[in-house]
């Protein structure tokens, strides 16, 4: 079950949110968790067994962990235990059969692939669940004894299947108490029906664009058209991820939540290393706490410094899918990050800021050519096509007819792209109270209206 579908919008959501604030408080996260358990068994029943085993180990290793009188020793070796379950059921189910075609391309071999479906959402569960033994480890948490509110934070059905990741810290008290007043919970409609908006007006339209141009000819298309379909990918991967960012952290605050964003105008950024600031900040954050700083940070010199940063990037872009496109997109931008803390960030500093932002712009819409592609050769194909590498000629008519046909799009994708008015703070709005009451039910009939004749309706970020 996705959030842009009839089914959640008009039976599931509203039967949880009534049943839920119907109900007592001490029962709450019983219906959440039974609410949480239905929205992931919808898609893959088989698999709640699965997330139930993450649950039930990590929150046995928790109570390990949390043993006063154990030795340093004793719990190192539970992390380590618990670490290597985690990511042994992650690597099974989402890297074993990209490891048996690999090790068969070598060595020549015939090993049958397992063909297991993907568990939806397994990279983000298992994130938290590791990040929560990781904090108990480190003595920054108290372990959780009631299973009841652990298995609610790991199987939480707002961020279940696309985040944004959630640390245990960030909702430990919430999980015990929280309350919902009429405020907090319109703040949440309204930011669910902005995220819903994101998802369905803009990078579904846009997403059709990029559907065209990369199902033409990668080798031939013009110039023009190759990169107008990068940017109809860039648009759409942005608006649909933070389109459902915001559809989560809207449901969060309904159900008396406050997650931690996740975006913040990544499309205005004027470095690499601003833009990851800004990007799936909550996946940064993950990696930087449990992997950048464990293995020195910055602490221990610029070539150690260079050589973490290669290598977190290097397990950001396999997170991201068993492909080798995957891993070079992880690289590309470790890389280039590489190449900014050693000296380009002191260089862009004295360029003027109109520069900063085209030299960003230009690295990202690369970047996202490996991200698109997972065939080797099509991404070739297409950065042939992009840089006149094949004699490629700069524009033809349909590049005309594309650009006239998606231009009020592409200008409204631009404006949504930019910065808020300063002075104004996410929840607030410029309008009058009951003029932003109608723009956003004008908002939410237009995604109804789209959601009943759609048939382009994808979600990016489900594959990961």
């Given at each position: 079950m996705?959030?842009s579908?009839?089914?959640?919008?008009?039976?599931?959501?509203?039967a949880?949110?009534?049943?839920?604030?119907l109900?007592?408080?001490?029962i709450?996260?019983?219906?959440?968790?039974?609410?949480?358990l239905?929205f992931?068994?919808?898609?893959?029943?088989?698999?709640?067994?699965l997330?139930?085993?993450s649950t039930?180990?990590?929150?046995?290793?928790?109570?390990?962990?949390?043993g006063?009188?154990?030795?340093?020793?004793?719990r190192?070796?539970?992390?380590?235990?618990?670490?290597i379950v985690?990511?042994?059921?992650?690597?099974?189910?989402?890297y074993?059969?990209?490891?048996?075609?690999?090790?068969n391309?070598?060595l020549g071999?015939?090993i049958?692939p397992?063909?297991?479906?993907?568990?939806?959402?397994?990279?983000?569960?298992?994130?938290?669940?590791m990040?929560?033994?990781?904090?108990?480890?480190?003595r920054t948490?108290k372990?959780?004894?009631?299973?009841?509110?652990f298995?609610?934070?790991?199987?939480?059905?707002?961020?279940?299947?696309a985040g944004?990741?959630?640390?245990?810290?960030?909702?430990?008290?919430?999980?015990?108490?929280r309350f919902?007043?009429?405020?907090m919970?319109?703040?949440?409609?309204?930011?669910?029906?902005?995220?819903?908006?994101?998802?369905?007006?803009?990078?579904?339209?846009?997403?059709?664009?990029?559907?065209?141009?990369?199902?033409?000819?990668?080798?031939?298309?013009?110039?023009?058209?190759a990169?107008?379909?990068?940017?109809?990918f860039?648009f759409?991967?942005?608006?649909?991820?933070?389109?459902?960012?915001?559809?989560?952290i809207?449901l969060?605050?309904?159900?008396?939540?406050?997650?931690?964003?996740?975006?913040?105008k990544?499309?205005?950024?004027q470095?690499?290393?601003?833009?990851?600031r800004?990007?799936?900040?909550s996946?940064?954050?993950?990696?930087?706490?449990?992997v950048?700083?464990?293995l020195?940070?910055?602490?221990?010199g610029?070539s150690?410094q260079l050589?973490?940063?290669?290598?977190?990037?290097?397990?950001?872009?396999?997170w991201?899918?068993?492909?080798?496109?995957?891993l070079?997109w992880?690289?590309?931008?470790?890389?280039v990050?590489m190449?900014e803390?050693?000296f380009a960030l002191?260089?862009l500093?004295?360029?003027?800021?109109?520069?900063?932002?085209?030299?960003a712009?230009?690295?990202i819409?690369?970047?996202w050519?490996f991200?698109?592609?997972?065939?080797?050769?099509?991404?070739?194909?297409?950065?042939?096509?992009?840089?006149?590498a094949?004699?490629?000629?700069?524009?033809?008519q349909?590049t005309?007819y594309?650009?006239?046909?998606?231009?009020i799009?592409?200008?409204?994708?631009?404006i949504?792209s930019?910065?808020r008015?300063?002075?104004i703070?996410?929840?607030?709005?410029?309008?009058?109270?009951?003029?932003?009451?109608?723009w956003?039910?004008?908002?939410?009939?237009a995604?109804?209206?789209y959601?009943?004749?759609a048939?382009f309706?994808p979600?990016?970020?489900f594959?990961?």
């Open positions: 996705v959030f579908s009839l089914l959640f919008l008009f039976i599931f959501l509203p949880v949110l009534l049943i839920y604030h109900s007592p408080k001490r709450r996260n019983v219906i959440l968790l039974a609410a949480s239905i992931y068994a919808w898609g893959e029943p088989i698999y709640i067994a997330m139930l085993f039930c180990t990590d929150y046995v290793f928790g109570l390990l962990l949390d006063e009188k154990r030795s340093a020793a004793a190192k070796w539970i992390l380590i235990a618990s670490v985690n990511l042994g059921v992650l690597g099974f189910f989402k074993a059969d990209f490891l048996i075609e690999n090790v391309a070598l071999t015939s049958p397992t063909d297991l479906p993907l568990p939806i959402g397994i990279s983000f569960y298992t994130f938290q669940s990040s929560y033994i990781i904090d108990v480890y480190r948490s372990a959780q004894r009631n299973w009841l509110d298995a609610t934070f790991v199987a939480l059905f707002p961020q279940l299947v944004p990741i959630v640390r245990y810290n960030t909702i430990a008290e919430q999980l015990r108490e919902v007043n009429n405020e919970f319109a703040e949440g409609v309204r930011r669910f029906t902005i995220g819903l908006a994101k998802k369905v007006l803009l990078a579904n339209n846009i997403g059709m664009l990029w559907s065209e141009i990369s199902a033409g000819h990668l080798n031939t298309m013009p110039v023009l058209t990169w107008l379909g990068i940017i109809a860039a759409q991967i942005y608006f649909d991820f933070s389109g459902y960012s915001d559809m989560a809207g969060g605050l309904m159900f008396g939540f406050r997650f931690n964003e996740n975006f913040n990544p499309y205005t950024a470095s690499i290393t601003d833009f990851w800004r990007w799936h900040i996946l940064g954050t993950w990696f930087r706490e449990y950048y700083i464990p020195g940070g910055n602490r221990r610029l150690i050589r973490n940063i290669l290598i977190v990037w290097a397990l950001t872009g396999i991201h899918g068993a492909s080798w496109n995957f070079f992880g690289l590309y931008f470790g890389i990050l190449v803390k050693w002191e260089l500093a004295k360029l003027p800021r109109w520069i900063r932002h085209c030299y712009l230009l690295l819409l690369i970047g050519v991200f698109a592609f997972d065939k080797l050769a099509d991404m070739t194909s297409f950065f042939s096509s992009m840089f006149g094949s004699g490629n000629p700069l524009w033809d349909q005309i594309l650009l006239y046909t998606n231009a799009l592409i200008l409204l994708l631009i949504a930019m910065r008015p300063r002075g703070r996410a929840g607030e709005t410029i309008l009058h109270p009951a003029l932003a009451l109608l956003h039910g004008l908002l939410f009939l995604s109804v209206a959601l009943v004749d048939t309706n979600f990016l970020y594959r990961f």
